[in-house]
């Protein structure tokens, strides 16, 4: 049951401009979703990021999109569930990879539907609780207990990125563990 690096995908759903103020502790959200994509691009996991309604609520935040890796896609979508955008889902599939790691926001709507439908397609879903947010704690809370119901891992950010990275005393460990400090 560990999450591997090399079975693993990072999905980062709409941590954007407009949404983002209101979110209950975003720094905190930002500051782990920055660890999770910098040890994603050190440890080659993809990632795909996806937008929710962009001329509405803004494109991802600069820390953010900083900190993808190269080449990453951007997926709009309009669904609250990113597995009901077909373009997601074929890049999802495209990756061949089974368990995917997901952060962002919002917790029990975005994030939630995302993980269900995952889910729902036979994914692993690893969800990184400290990278996770709603505009209220009681939404953020409820969300973690009916995922961790419903058949999802519930990880901190340092699992996923000790995890990944399996041992110590590597040039990629010196480089990824130095994010958590």
């Known amino acids: 049951m560990l999450i591997r690096a090399e079975e693993s995908v990072l999905v980062v759903v709409d941590v954007q401009a407009r949404l983002l103020p209101a979110i209950h502790e975003s720094g905190r959200v930002l500051r782990n979703a920055g660890i999770l994509l910098k040890a994603a691009g050190a440890l080659s996991v993809p990632v795909l990021l996806t937008e929710q309604y962009a001329k509405g609520l803004g494109e991802t935040v600069e820390p953010v999109r900083a900190a993808l890796p190269a080449g990453t896609p951007t997926i709009e979508k309009i669904t609250f ?36 439908g995952l889910l729902r397609l036979g994914y692993t879903v690893h969800l990184v609780a400290d990278a996770v947010s709603s ?21 901190t950010t340092e699992m996923v990125v000790f995890e990944w990275l399996e041992r110590a005393g590597t040039p990629v460990f010196k480089t990824v563990s130095a994010l958590i400090k």
Request: glycine letters at 8%; proline letters at 4%.
């Open 135 to 155: 505009r209220t704690p009681a939404n953020h809370a409820a969300a973690i207990d009916r995922l961790r119901a419903a058949g999802a891992s519930i990880v």
């Open 81 to 116: 569930a990113s597995t009901g955008e077909p373009a997601f889902v074929a890049a999802l599939e495209g990756l061949r990879r089974r368990s995917v790691v997901l952060c962002g926001t919002e917790a029990h709507v975005c994030v939630l539907q995302t993980a269900l």
